[in-house]
């Protein structure tokens, strides 16, 4: 069974930054993204970033301008760069793929989850 196993977490100040890693255990066939989402305490989960298939990437409005996703297909993995970290960023951050099967049928895989605080 696929894994996805993250890594990058931790404590940082107001304005510090992260580099957030996703690895998968194996090549994953027909991706059609790849993503991070994060999930603060009483909030519902959210999409922050994900990248296509063609290297497109797209962003939460809140996080745009200072978080960067990106990949190497070659060592299945994935990164976020988080720059000018602030306390409304905490949460922990999962990563994501989600992968064609057939039409109308994808399947999601799932990281851990990786707990990001920002103290100010």
């Known amino acids: 069974q696929v894994q996805l196993v993250e890594s990058g977490g931790g404590l940082v100040q107001a304005g510090g930054f992260l580099r957030l890693s996703c690895q998968a255990s194996?090549?994953?066939?027909?991706?059609?993204?790849m993503g991070w989402h994060r999930q603060a305490p009483g909030k519902e989960r959210e999409l922050v970033a994900s990248?296509?298939?063609?290297?497109?990437?797209d962003y939460a409005g809140s996080v745009r301008g200072r978080y960067t996703i990106s990949r190497d297909n070659a060592k299945n993995t994935w990164y976020l760069q988080m720059n000018d970290l602030r306390p409304e960023d905490t949460a922990v951050y999962y990563c994501?793929?989600?992968?064609?099967?057939?039409?109308?049928?994808?399947?999601?895989?799932w990281g851990q989850g990786t707990q990001v605080t920002v103290s100010s």
């Open positions: 990248i296509a298939a063609d290297g497109t990437a």
């Open positions: 994501n793929i989600i992968a064609f099967r057939g039409v109308g049928t994808n399947r999601d895989y």
């Open positions: 194996t090549t994953i066939l027909g991706i059609i993204s």
